[in-house]
């Protein structure tokens, strides 16, 4: 069911964009609109009769690009596992990315570029970032130093609250 709005107001309206539509981020989707968020997705490729099933299901719109999702969301949820989408999140597409808006990212390849997230963030093109990896080894601790990008150690669709309060205090 949803929750109060009233506790989640900050995010009540806002948009998340996701830059593909799969199980992981179906259950992030999901969440969202739990939140009174809207949600826009990316179909790559022909779409699923589950695909079509879930976005008719919870009202989710549709987009073309990934670079609309980025140009229109308050939150990008990004995932693949893919390894030649490896490094792909770098400068030129943080450029992309809706001024003030916050990154998530929760692929268990590494395709944000560490360094290119850290200038966005330090020069406040984006409001701050939420990094799941499965690994601690994966990011060097040194590159995030700024406390608007927060590390989560392959938990972050198990809990709503302190990930959401993380983001949005």
Known sequence: GAV??????????????????????KAAAKTAGDFGMQVTAMIKGQMTKDQRDFIEDYGISTLTSAA??????????????????RGQLAFNEFEKIKKGSYLIDISPVDIIDPYALSAAVEKNHLAGAVIDIADRARIAGDVFKDERIILTYRNILSTREPELNAITD
């Open 68 to 85: 609309d999702i980025f140009r229109s969301s308050d939150f990008v949820l990004v995932h693949s596992s893919d390894e030649k989408d």
């Open 4 to 25: 109060s709005e009233n506790k989640y107001s900050l995010l009540s309206g806002k948009t998340l964009g996701v830059d593909y539509l799969d199980e992981m981020t």
